[in-house]
């Protein structure tokens, strides 16, 4: 079944602007709450959490209102990061799990991120099968029917208490000063909590969300102030997260910047040191940079590349039994602790090396040298398929014959916004920012 409403992530879009408004939302609600029933058995429940968007409050009654009107019960958990409802949906035994979230967008966009009763996020079949509901007459339920609301107040703490627990018990923070930016986004109280109770001496930022202030120049996408207040206050490392706590970027105590790759790299290592790196694998998108695949096969570890999304990233896991993976933008998805990517739960593994090892983050951040990447976004009419054009099919393939045997080009159109992205690797820094160029150019022309 062909699915049009869902991208890759979810739902997603400018709040107030279709596909992203209450009506389609509700309806969105509905269809899931029918799709889930399809037993016809009484007892059916959703777990609902979101970020810190002021569209938050909008679209968690949009789908209360959907999910109740099919007979679902609805159990409201508030602003908590995305791994916490993957945690949540699963342990409250949940038939279905919304976090209401656009993760690093900024706040005038929202989206709709759904998670099955085991956990893990929906796969293609049943999101195309959601819709394919929502595009017919929703049966709702009889009035006497009609599912409950209740808020949970203590999900925030369960998701904490949770997180700790993957910490190793032998360790503690004590002694390193650690700067956490939380976007102003869904983990502003329970990533400095975490790490406080863990024993770090804590420099929180982007911990006062006002609605409109979420990933606005700080967390995971922005790391310039976490940068300075790392160097200004003499921290040890800086932890960014993104606006719904999924990714991670780390800094280093000179404020230089670790990547998805970066940290991926240093835990398929530790993990394959010690054993426990199921398959001796590791999963990634295929945005990973070319270094690590070479710096993991000196490892004698394999390297498993899937499209982008850390969805895909989670089902090839699952489908071969891997427990690490995640994607060059900072999701770190370890099955052995979590369903999904946990930028937390990812910072505390890294602070925990860094005990272990006794070793700085300028020693640790970097564990492969890059091979010069870049990428270029190109903004499109979604209404227009410029990928289709004989004109930039001809310089795509001509850009192939010169990175033959020297790089890779790589272009995709983003799941979450109309953009198309040109990527390429190339240790020749002339033809790397030609042969992008040259593809741009034919993108914008057609």
């Given at each position: 079944?062909?699915?049009?409403?869902?991208?890759?992530?979810?739902?997603?879009?400018?709040?107030?602007?279709h596909?992203?408004?209450?009506?389609?939302?509700?309806?969105?609600?509905?269809?899931?709450?029918?799709?889930?029933?399809?037993?016809?058995?009484?007892?059916?429940?959703?777990?609902?959490?979101?970020?810190?968007?002021?569209?938050?409050?909008m679209?968690?009654?949009?789908?209360?209102?959907?999910?109740?009107?099919?007979?679902?019960?609805?159990?409201?958990?508030?602003?908590?990061?995305?791994?916490?409802?993957?945690?949540?949906?699963?342990?409250?035994?949940a038939?279905?799990?919304?976090?209401?979230?656009?993760?690093?967008?900024?706040?005038?966009?929202?989206?709709?991120?759904?998670?099955?009763?085991?956990?893990?996020?929906?796969?293609?079949?049943?999101?195309?099968?959601?819709?394919?509901?929502?595009?017919?007459?929703?049966m709702?339920?009889?009035?006497?029917?009609?599912?409950?609301?209740?808020?949970?107040?203590?999900?925030?703490?369960?998701?904490?208490?949770?997180?700790?627990?993957?910490?190793?018990?032998?360790?503690?923070?004590?002694?390193?000063?650690?700067?956490?930016?939380?976007?102003?986004?869904?983990?502003?109280r329970?990533?400095?909590?975490?790490?406080?109770?863990?024993g770090?001496?804590?420099?929180?930022?982007?911990?006062?969300?006002?609605g409109?202030?979420?990933?606005?120049?700080?967390?995971?996408?922005?790391?310039?102030?976490?940068?300075?207040?790392?160097?200004?206050?003499?921290?040890?490392?800086?932890?960014?997260?993104?606006?719904?706590?999924?990714?991670?970027?780390?800094?280093?105590?000179?404020?230089?910047?670790?990547?998805?790759?970066?940290?991926?790299?240093?835990?398929?290592?530790?993990?394959?040191?010690?054993?426990?790196?199921?398959?001796?694998?590791?999963?990634a998108?295929?945005?990973?940079?070319?270094?690590?695949?070479?710096?993991?096969?000196?490892?004698?570890?394999s390297?498993?590349?899937?499209?982008?999304?850390?969805?895909?990233?989670?089902?090839?896991?699952r489908?071969?039994?891997?427990?690490?993976?995640?994607?060059?933008?900072?999701?770190?998805?370890?099955?052995?602790?979590?369903?999904?990517?946990?930028?937390?739960?990812?910072?505390?593994?890294?602070?925990?090396?860094?005990?272990?090892?006794?070793?700085?983050?300028?020693?640790?951040?970097?564990?492969?040298?890059?091979?010069?990447?870049?990428?270029?976004?190109?903004?499109?009419?979604?209404?227009t398929?410029?990928?289709?054009?004989?004109?930039?099919?001809?310089?795509?393939?001509?850009?192939?014959?010169?990175?033959?045997?020297?790089?890779?080009?790589?272009?995709?159109?983003?799941?979450?916004?109309?953009?198309?992205?040109?990527?390429?690797?190339?240790?020749?820094?002339n033809?790397?920012?030609?042969?992008?160029?040259?593809?741009?150019?034919?993108?914008?022309?057609?």
């Amino acid at each position: 079944m062909k699915r049009n409403l869902f991208g890759t992530d979810g739902v997603r879009g400018r709040a107030n602007t279709h596909p992203m408004t209450a009506e389609t939302v509700l309806r969105l609600g509905a269809a899931a709450g029918r799709y889930f029933r399809r037993d016809g058995s009484p007892a059916h429940r959703v777990v609902i959490g979101k970020d810190t968007r002021l569209s938050g409050y909008m679209f968690e009654n949009a789908l209360t209102a959907g999910f109740t009107s099919t007979g679902m019960n609805v159990l409201l958990l508030g602003p908590v990061p995305t791994p916490a409802v993957g945690l949540l949906v699963k342990s409250m035994r949940a038939d279905v799990g919304v976090m209401i979230s656009a993760s690093h967008n900024p706040h005038q966009d929202n989206g709709i991120k759904f998670f099955g009763p085991d956990g893990f996020k929906l796969s293609d079949e049943a999101e195309a099968g959601i819709e394919a509901i929502l595009e017919g007459d929703i049966m709702l339920s009889e009035a006497e029917n009609i599912g409950r609301a209740k808020r949970i107040d203590d999900g925030l703490f369960r998701y904490v208490e949770r997180v700790k627990s993957t910490f190793p018990s032998d360790l503690t923070l004590d002694g390193l000063k650690v700067v956490v930016d939380c976007a102003n986004g869904a983990a502003y109280r329970a990533a400095p909590q975490v790490l406080w109770e863990l024993g770090a001496e804590v420099i929180p930022l982007g911990v006062a969300p006002n609605g409109t202030n979420i990933n606005k120049g700080c967390g995971s996408t922005d790391t310039r102030l976490a940068a300075e207040t790392v160097v200004s206050h003499g921290a040890d490392v800086g932890i960014c997260l993104d606006g719904d706590a999924d990714r991670i970027m780390i800094l280093d105590e000179n404020g230089v910047v670790a990547d998805g790759d970066q940290i991926m790299g240093l835990f398929a290592a530790r993990w394959a040191e010690e054993g426990r790196l199921a398959g001796n694998t590791l999963v990634a998108t295929v945005m990973s940079n070319l270094g690590l695949e070479r710096y993991l096969e000196r490892k004698g570890i394999s390297l498993k590349r899937t499209a982008v999304g850390d969805r895909y990233v989670v089902e090839e896991m699952r489908a071969g039994g891997f427990n690490l993976g995640g994607e060059q933008s900072g999701h770190i998805v370890m099955t052995d602790y979590a369903t999904t990517g946990d930028g937390l739960l990812a910072g505390l593994q890294f602070l925990a090396e860094m005990k272990r090892t006794g070793r700085p983050a300028s020693e640790l951040r970097q564990v492969f040298a890059p091979v010069p990447q870049l990428l270029k976004n190109v903004r499109f009419d979604p209404a227009t398929a410029p990928l289709d054009a004989v004109s930039v099919q001809n310089v795509i393939r001509d850009a192939e014959v010169r990175l033959n045997g020297k790089g890779r080009l790589l272009i995709r159109k983003s799941g979450t916004e109309p953009l198309i992205r040109v990527m390429a690797e190339c240790e020749d820094d002339n033809l790397l920012v030609a042969v992008v160029d040259d593809v741009v150019r034919a993108v914008e022309t057609a």
